[in-house]
């Protein structure tokens, strides 16, 4: 009798360790761990609240999205022109800065959000003025595509070589350059000033090939109106190029893609 009571007991056990683990299991799969927006929100006003507690005085917020990291909501903000990157923890009590990186591949991938936002930017390129710019190909090209570059930018002479392949092939692209030099770049201002004081692109193709170029000054406020410009439409990097339509998009693009996203901005 004894021995039937232990048993039933044993059965009953294991009955509800079984239970426990499928609910378990089944909220795992079906609960916050597979889609967190089911049992955390945060809002943009959630988001404004807590950039004007911790005195962002300028800034607006372009995105909110769950972090690559799970346990963080990720706000794409904009303060004075710059973009970045804010992560809030699903408690809204903690924030903290600084990339994500993936280590299985090393992306950084809150840049890699920053680009996303870009890229599906547009801007009214009727405002943007051309005459001052070094052109690629043929002025009277029916495409006419601008070209944020700097002269220590490696990225730059990258693409630079990718839109002499297009306008050797093409006759109705030309790609006009603002010089922008960043400040992360020692040499990066006198050169562009030389280059445009110069108007020359074998200037630029010299400094791009490692060959020591000289100094030269003019009565230009070109690269200074580059500078501005790009803090007026919120570009932070180069290269970054903004295509017929408006479209921004960042970064050395191979030349047929390049050529695609121009067919594509008709």
């Known amino acids: 009798m004894k021995r039937i ?4 007991c044993l059965v009953q056990v294991i009955f509800l360790i079984a239970a426990n683990f499928s609910f ?8 916050c761990d ?10 943009q006003r959630d988001a404004e609240e807590i950039l004007k507690e911790l005195k962002f005085k300028n800034s607006r917020v372009l ?13 794409v903000i904009e303060e004075n022109g710059k973009k970045g990157v804010l992560y809030v923890d699903f408690a809204k009590k903690h924030m903290l800065s600084g990339p994500i990186i993936e280590i299985a591949t090393g992306t950084n991938k809150s840049l890699e959000d920053i680009r996303n936002i870009n890229d599906n930017r547009k801007v009214d390129i009727s405002n943007i003025s051309l005459k001052n710019d070094l052109v690629i190909g043929n002025p009277r090209a029916r495409n006419k595509v601008i070209v944020f570059t700097d002269p220590e930018c490696p990225f ?15 006759k ?4 006009y350059l603002k010089l922008f030099p960043l400040s992360i770049h020692k040499d ?8 445009v004081c110069k108007k020359s692109i074998a200037l630029m193709e010299d400094n791009f090939a490692k060959k020591p170029i000289s100094r030269h000054e003019c009565n230009t406020g070109a690269v200074k109106e580059n500078i501005s410009l790009a803090g007026t439409l919120g570009i932070t990097s180069t290269p970054t190029i903004i295509l017929p339509d408006g479209r921004i998009k960042t970064g050395a693009i191979s ?12």
């Open 34 to 43: 597979s889609d967190c927006s089911k049992c955390h929100s945060f809002t």
């Open 24 to 31: 378990v299991w089944a909220f795992g799969s079906e609960g």
């Open 63 to 75: 995105n909110i999205s769950i972090s690559p990291a799970k346990g963080l909501w990720e706000l």
């Open 5 to 8: 009571i232990v048993y039933t």
């Open 156 to 170: 730059c002479a990258k693409l630079h070589k990718e839109m002499k392949k297009i306008v050797a092939k093409r």
């Open 188 to 195: 990066s201002y006198w050169k562009s000033v030389s280059i």
């Open 172 to 175: 109705d692209i030309a790609f």
């Open 255 to 266: 030349s047929d893609k390049l050529a695609d996203l121009i067919d594509g901005s008709k």
